[in-house]
């Protein structure tokens, strides 16, 4: 089972995913797959919240009252660096995006996402792999274009071909599982390639990626 | 007609050529009477002359005085070469004047002169990086400058005397108006900022009420048509999202990625079904662009349609040397070797159109697996 602790500012939403994971229904072990333990509205109640609880995966909104996901990450982090989070938002601003995953998020969906979908993705997050949604994939894809001139560490500047293919196709909305029967790869190698173009996308000093972010912000 | 400078058919700065077409006289006899006004009459006139130059907008509207702001940052080497030109035409002509004419003693003259350089290094073009260095030289020859002129006309120590009255008056003004005008200026501020904010606040509230706020009302009365009701907000969503996420579209309106978007959008709307588009790059349209998005509207189209599912994914992707289109479903999909033959479109209006331009199609489908069309068309060469 794994316990999940909600953070969204609005209540609508808390109710709404509480209700869609307790749909996941029971596990191998007879046990919910997913139980709601806390929930909180901003940045504080979150932290607080967090520590108290101590959940498996944070589901976190990009946006909240008192700094946004992004604090939260940062201040749970620096006193429970093992929480894992997974972030939910209506956001299509990749500066927004790419500002929680490089706080530390293992993943992102879009509030459009259904609930098994979101159930699964908390179970991966859980077990230690990364999720990606296919905006996510998109973004990465087009941060990563092209061939840098000068990376200035090529393992974390540039992302391998099979990397790409495995994002083309999350971006083009296949599951993990379909990706490994179209790439004929086993799915754990498919979250391997996943977790490492986190890792790229968390480490990188790229400055594109910075620059790519503010530049698709810009009206 | 207002009096302007003429830049066409001028002789100095087009002050002559301007007064004549504004008062309807002949060029050559304004030009004569300048002259010989300025050699009885002396400096009033050159002054007149110089003044007007500065002041007068040319035909494009831009003074002298103003051309440079005009310009930004571009001043270029032809327009500085042209700057230092005339500095040395007017500076000769003065210089000239006063040799034979007594109206500057040249221990004036050159002290000004020296105030009048320091006054041209300040503000004479983009300050950019050399900004410090700058002012500092400007502002020291023009203070030089200007000491050196009060020292001619009269003695230092007077000087420093009234300079002293003039430091205190000058205090004494600033003490007692100096908090009123900062407030002033912080308040004017202030106010400015409110105003930003308040017309900021006027966007959103005009945005929201001729979108959100109709379509909400819409969706209430409509409440009963499932269809209407998903399809009207999600047209809102969509344009919602523009507004506040406007994407940075790099080649414009007329890019391959913009058009599909609108022809997505186009689908959405008539057949109430989602078209999740994830959209990677963008490229100028050319014919087999614009046959792979009619293409990937034609495979949305067929989507939303037949495949029975509320939402389809649509990835684009441009790379240096093509372009390539993914409509994808999990719905009923179909046996590709068995085409229906009401799913003939699919063959003509998708496979076809796309290979017709050099580019490749594919459909993998299988009964009750989805469908995934593969659209790609190759770019023209040297467009990476």
Not at chain 1, 114 to 130: F, K, N, T, Y
Not at chain 2, 331 to 341: I, Y
């Amino acid at each position: 089972m794994n316990r999940v602790f909600v953070v969204d500012d609005h209540a609508l939403v808390r109710s709404g995913v509480r209700s869609e994971l307790g749909a996941a229904g029971d596990g191998d072990d007879g046990e919910p797959r997913i139980e709601v333990i806390g929930e909180a509205a901003d940045v504080d109640a979150a932290v607080a919240g967090i520590a108290d609880t101590r959940p498996d995966v944070v589901l976190l909104d990009v946006h909240l009252p008192g700094g946004g996901g992004v604090e939260v990450i940062k201040r749970v982090l620096a006193s429970h660096p093992s929480t894992l989070f997974l972030a939910l938002s209506v956001s299509d601003a990749p500066e927004d995006v790419i500002a929680v995953i490089r706080a530390g998020a293992r993943g992102y969906l879009t509030k459009s996402v259904s609930g098994p979908e979101l159930a699964e993705a908390i179970e991966r997050v859980a077990a230690g792999d990364a999720v990606f949604s296919p905006r996510l994939a998109g973004f990465v894809l087009d941060a990563f274009a092209g061939g840098l001139s000068l990376p200035s560490d090529p393992e974390l500047d540039q992302i391998t071909a099979r990397e790409r293919d495995v994002l083309r196709l999350i971006a083009r909305g296949y599951a993990y599982k379909e990706v490994a029967r179209r790439l004929n790869l086993s799915v754990k190698t498919v979250e391997t390639h996943v977790s490492s173009v986190l890792r790229k996308l968390q480490l990188s000093s790229r400055h594109e990626l910075t620059r790519w972010a503010t530049e698709r912000r810009l009206v | 007609m207002d009096l302007t400078r003429r830049r066409q058919g001028r002789w100095l700065a087009g002050v002559c050529a301007g007064l004549a077409e504004r008062f309807a006289l002949s060029v050559n006899a304004v030009r004569a009477g300048t002259v010989v006004l300025a050699l009885v009459a002396g400096p009033p006139v050159v002054i007149a002359y110089l003044a007007t130059w500065a002041i007068l907008p040319d035909r494009d509207g831009a003074a002298f005085l103003g051309r440079r702001h005009e310009q930004g940052h571009a001043l270029t080497a032809r327009s500085a070469g042209e700057a230092a030109a005339w500095a040395a035409i007017v500076v000769g002509v003065i210089l000239l004047l006063a040799e034979f004419s007594s109206w500057l003693p040249r221990s004036v003259l050159l002290p000004g002169l020296l105030a009048c350089a320091g006054a041209a290094v300040v503000w004479g073009g983009p300050l950019g990086r050399y900004r410090p260095l700058r002012v500092a030289v400007g502002v020291s020859l023009v203070l030089a400058g200007g000491f050196a002129t009060l020292a001619a006309v009269s003695d230092l120590r007077t000087i420093g005397r009234s300079a002293a009255g003039a430091a205190v008056v000058v205090a004494g003004v600033a003490l007692m108006l100096g908090p009123g005008l900062a407030r002033l200026a912080r308040s004017l501020a202030d106010e400015r900022r409110q105003r930003i904010l308040s017309q900021e606040r006027a966007d959103v509230a005009a945005h929201l009420h001729d979108g959100v706020l109709q379509t909400l009302a819409l969706i209430q009365k409509r409440a009963a048509d499932d269809k209407e009701v998903r399809s009207l907000a999600r047209r809102q969503e969509r344009e919602l999202r523009d507004w506040l996420y406007a994407p940075r579209a790099t080649v414009g309106p007329d890019g391959v990625a913009d058009l599909l978007r609108r022809e997505l959008a186009d689908v959405e709307d008539h057949y109430g079904v989602r078209l999740d588009a994830v959209l990677v790059g963008d490229a100028p349209l050319d014919e087999a662009a614009r046959a792979l998005v009619a293409a990937g509207r034609e495979a949305a189209r067929n989507a939303a349609t037949h495949a029975g599912v509320d939402s389809v994914d649509v990835y684009l992707e441009v790379e240096p040397e093509r372009v390539s289109l993914y409509v994808r479903d999990r719905g009923r999909g179909f046996d590709p070797t068995v085409v229906p033959p009401d799913r003939r479109g699919l063959a003509d209006s998708v496979v076809g159109r796309v290979r017709r331009h050099g580019g490749t199609a594919e459909i993998r489908s299988a009964p009750g697996e989805g469908t995934e069309v593969e659209l790609s068309v190759p770019r023209p060469a040297g467009s990476a």
